[in-house]
Structure formats: structure tokens, C-alpha cells
């Protein structure tokens, strides 16, 4: 018993670890990249068609990649940044670039929403491009994009646990090398269990900062 909680606190905390920094990662990458789409669309403040239509073609192709074979085919690049393919730290690469376009997206999205009444006030004040963005779009369309990004953070849990099947840690690792492979039943519910738990926790924490959020409006 002792020895399962310890593969399973060694194996949570690498999933976690992975997830993290995964999200960090595409929030940093996708994030710009929505406020971008949004910004360029025909309604956009700055409409240029052409970069949209190109930059949302990018992105749609990401996104239609099942994971298992992003990680496959990320794998040189992987090798070629931290010198290995396998473990957790090299699972934060593919991880990203899979979640990224769905934050792009979902800030799109979240974007896309906010009255365009509230834009036009603002231009009518005399605001920029830039300040129309930071202090009208973006706080407007937060409760939505927190929304959205709980949901990435699910689904990178998901994904992370796709991991384990090519070596990448975590709790995906641990059901397979020790729950599936060796045939420790026991060690695959554990593991399956922390996952649900997890998902639970941030879905609520989630929903919690949502409607904070909402409230403040």
C-alpha cells in the first residue's frame, strides 16, 4: 500500500507539473494569437482579411491534429530543445502547442462577444487600438476566456495521460507501466481516481473564479 501512494504522489505531481506549465505556455502562445483573430476579423479595429484568413488557417490545422501523433511528429523537435523525447519535462512541448490553438479560440471566441456598442464608445472617447484592447475587450471578454481556459486545463489532463502511452510520466505512465503492463489493477483505479479528482477540483475552481468575475461586472 505504502509503496502504491508513493507511485501515485510521484506520478500526480509530475502530472501536475506537466499541466501547469502546458497551460502557461499556451496562454502565452494563444492568448495573442485570439486577440489577434478577433482584432483582424472584418468587424475587428483593424481588419486585414488576408493575415486573418491565413492565421486562422494555422490554427484550424493545429487543432485537427489527434495529439498522439502531434507528439510524434513533435518529437525531433523535442529532442532537438532538451535533448530527450521522453519524461515529463519534454511532454510540456507538445502539450503546449496542442492547447495553444484551442486558447486562441476560445479568446476569439470570448472576444467576438463583448458588445460592439462598448467598443464604439470607446473609439468615440478618443481611445487606441491598443487601449480599446487592454481595457475594453480584454477585462469585457475575461470571464469567458477563464471559462474556456478551465475546460483547456481539463482536456490537458486528458492529454497528458495520453502521454504515458509514449513514455511521457505522469499518471497516463503510471496506469500503463505498472497498472496495465504488470497487471496491478489496483494501481490503474488510483490512478484513474486522482485523474477524476483533479478534473473535479479544477472544473469547480474554475466555475468559482467564473462567476466571480461575473459578479464584479
Known sequence: ME????????????TLIMVFFSTLFAILIGFPL?????????????PKPVFNLILSRIIDVLRSFPFVILMIVLLPLTRLILGTAIGTAATIIPLSIAAAPFVARITETALNEVDPGVVQAARAMGSTNSQIIWKVLIPEAMPSVVSGITLTVINLISYSAMAGTLGGGGLGDLAIRYGY??????IMIA???????????IQFAGTKLTNKMLSKR
Open 3 to 14: 509503496m502504491i501512494l508513493k507511485l501515485v504522489g510521484i506520478s500526480t505531481l509530475e
Open 34 to 46: 485570439g486577440v489577434l483573430l478577433n482584432a483582424t476579423n472584418k468587424y475587428g479595429i483593424m
Open 181 to 186: 503492463q504488470r497487471f496491478r489493477t489496483e
Open 191 to 201: 490512478a484513474v481516481i486522482v485523474i477524476i479528482l483533479m478534473v473535479a477540483v
